[in-house]
């Protein structure tokens, strides 16, 4: 039955290229200088976002969980990723906010129980518990504006949150939460897995001052009381720095001190909304401006759209050709070789071999396919 | 060299967000990323051909077609992949197709 499963084969396959890959890269690795360590995050990242892409099914969820574990006890305190996530690493680390070497956790968000990736608006703070979107396609799916990219939280085995914040210029921050600010009196807003959470802040903002200030000068962006487990924890998102912080901050974690001067100087600013929201807030007064017009516009034409006399910007509908598929964010793509491509008057033959299929968001394997269309 | 082809696919571009991640921490250049790169390549090629056996058909019309640099590319519309087991049915489809004859050149998608 070789067809019976192309759903067991695919995952096969891909294991075992992914270890292939990674044996045959290890010289390359060391070759460079590079530890074996990033070659172990590179795999584990590759394979969590197999995982998270749901293109393919069951890809070893329960290795993948043991191989975490004994990833975890092996990992030695490598300080110098920060990061620690280990069940045997004490609840609490209070590691100064400016010591942090500012490097992307990866191992730790791909470990972390629940990925939980935060993506600042403006406006809107969308938090999406486990929702298995990688932040490429948060950002993909979500309009953020311009300086914002998504911000990674990495929920550590300990219940630490830790916060990774790509910005535009591309150096990375990590901000650790105070640990001891736990509000339990707040309202505490359900968090549904791949909703859309409004941002909690003026609730929050009020005992956090404190516990916030060993932060760097960075606009603190609404925060969120996030559910871990059983522990509610406020975390503060940024998203934004003031450019004095981000010069100072860089991925190599360096300047410290800097960051450390910066610190008295610049109060703490607890702003409601984004860095760039002026611009959104005048947006979104046009659009509720171009609504009241459209409405007008509508009853004028009696909602026909062939006399255009008014505005035709915006009473000629959006042809969007997108909404005919069934799957608008899935290009249904085959890559592939073909063996030979004939054409008759406008029947066309395809006879193609070794591809691979993403078809409704599903992936399948094929040695041979032939096809038949018409032009 | 293999084709590049597939570095288009779901488990290519989640080796290429990893990288790119790595890269982003400087924990790898962007050089030693192109290299794993074209490792995969070799990987997947020489994975697919031995692994794989099965067949597929498939049907539709064709909107668009272009061969360009001995690549076809074509766009099909409701079409019906037919395989022993199941059938998948696609409003649209793009296929990408590299020459199966000699892997040649490699190409960049």
């Known amino acids: 039955?070789?067809?019976?499963?192309?759903?067991?084969t695919v995952p096969k396959l891909y294991r075992s290229v992914i270890e292939d890959v990674i044996n045959d890269v290890r010289d390359i690795f060391l070759d460079d200088g590079v530890d074996e360590q990033v070659l172990m995050e590179l795999k584990t990242l590759w394979e969590n976002k197999l995982m998270q892409s749901r293109a393919v099914d069951g890809f070893h969820s329960e290795e993948q969980q043991l191989l975490l574990q004994v990833q975890q006890q092996h990992q030695p305190q490598q300080q110098h990723h920060h990061h620690h996530h280990h069940q045997q690493a004490p609840p609490q680390q209070t590691v100064p906010q400016q010591t942090q070497t500012q490097q992307v956790l990866i191992p730790a968000s791909q470990q972390a129980a629940a990925p939980q990736v935060i993506v600042p608006d403006s406006k809107l703070i969308q938090h999406m518990n486990a929702s298995n979107m990688s932040a490429a396609a948060t950002a993909a799916t979500l309009a953020l504006p311009a300086g914002v990219t998504p911000v990674q939280q990495i929920l550590t085995n300990s219940g630490q949150l830790l916060q990774v914040v790509r910005a535009a210029n591309g150096a990375q921050y990590i901000f650790q939460p105070q640990q001891s600010v736990v509000l339990q009196q707040q309202v505490i807003p359900q968090m549904q897995p791949g909703g859309v959470q409004a941002p909690v802040i003026?609730?929050?903002?009020?005992?956090?001052?404190?516990?916030?200030?060993?932060?760097?000068?960075?606009?603190?962006q609404p925060q969120q009381i996030l559910f871990t487990g059983n522990k509610t924890q406020v975390i503060p998102t940024t998203v934004a720095a003031p450019t004095p912080a981000q010069a100072q901050i860089t991925a190599t974690g360096q300047q410290p001190p800097q960051?450390?001067?910066?610190?008295?100087?610049?109060?703490?600013?607890?702003?409601?909304?984004?860095?760039?929201?002026?611009?959104?807030?005048?947006?979104?007064?046009?659009?509720?401006?171009?609504?009241?017009?459209e409405e007008e516009d509508k009853e004028k034409d009696g909602a026909e759209d062939g006399q255009v006399e008014e505005e035709p910007l915006n009473s000629e509908d959006d042809v969007s050709?997108?909404?005919?598929?069934?799957?608008?964010?899935?290009?249904?793509?085959?890559?592939?070789?073909?063996?030979?491509?004939?054409?008759?008057?406008?029947?066309?033959?395809?006879?193609?071999?070794?591809?691979?299929m993403n078809l409704n968001g599903r992936d399948y394997i094929f040695s041979k396919a032939i096809g038949d269309a018409e032009w | 060299?293999?084709?590049?082809?597939?570095?288009?696919?779901?488990?290519?571009?989640?080796?290429?967000?990893?990288?790119?991640?790595?890269?982003?921490?400087?924990?790898?250049?962007?050089?030693?990323?192109?290299?794993?790169?074209?490792?995969?390549?070799?990987?997947?090629?020489?994975?697919?051909?031995?692994?794989?056996?099965?067949?597929?058909?498939?049907?539709?019309?064709?909107?668009?077609?272009?061969?360009c640099d001995?690549?076809?590319?074509?766009?099909?519309?409701?079409?019906?992949?037919?395989?022993?087991?199941?059938?998948?049915?696609?409003?649209?489809?793009?296929?990408?197709?590299?020459?199966?004859?000699?892997?040649?050149?490699?190409?960049?998608?």
């Open chain 1, 1 to 8: 039955m070789a067809n019976s499963a192309n759903t067991n």
């Open chain 1, 202 to 220: 003026q609730q929050v903002l009020a005992p956090l001052p404190g516990g916030i200030s060993p932060q760097t000068g960075v606009i603190i």
């Open chain 1, 259 to 293: 960051a450390q001067a910066a610190q008295p100087q610049a109060p703490l600013v607890l702003q409601v909304d984004g860095t760039g929201d002026t611009s959104s807030e005048e947006d979104e007064d046009e659009e509720e401006d171009y609504d009241d017009d």
């Open chain 1, 321 to 356: 050709d997108e909404e005919g598929q069934e799957l608008f964010d899935t290009e249904n793509v085959v890559v592939c070789q073909y063996d030979k491509i004939h054409r008759s008057k406008n029947k066309w033959k395809f006879h193609l071999k070794d591809g691979i």
């Open chain 2, 1 to 67: 060299m293999a084709y590049q082809l597939y570095r288009n696919t779901t488990l290519g571009n989640s080796l290429q967000e990893s990288l790119d991640e790595l890269i982003q921490s400087q924990q790898i250049t962007p050089q030693l990323a192109l290299q794993v790169l074209l490792q995969f390549d070799n990987a997947i090629n020489s994975a697919l051909a031995p692994r794989v056996r099965n067949r597929v058909n498939f049907r539709g019309s064709l909107n668009t077609y272009r061969f």
């Open chain 2, 70 to 109: 001995n690549v076809w590319t074509f766009v099909l519309n409701d079409v019906e992949f037919r395989e022993v087991t199941e059938l998948i049915k696609v409003d649209k489809v793009k296929i990408v197709a590299c020459d199966g004859k000699n892997t040649g050149s490699s190409t960049t998608e």
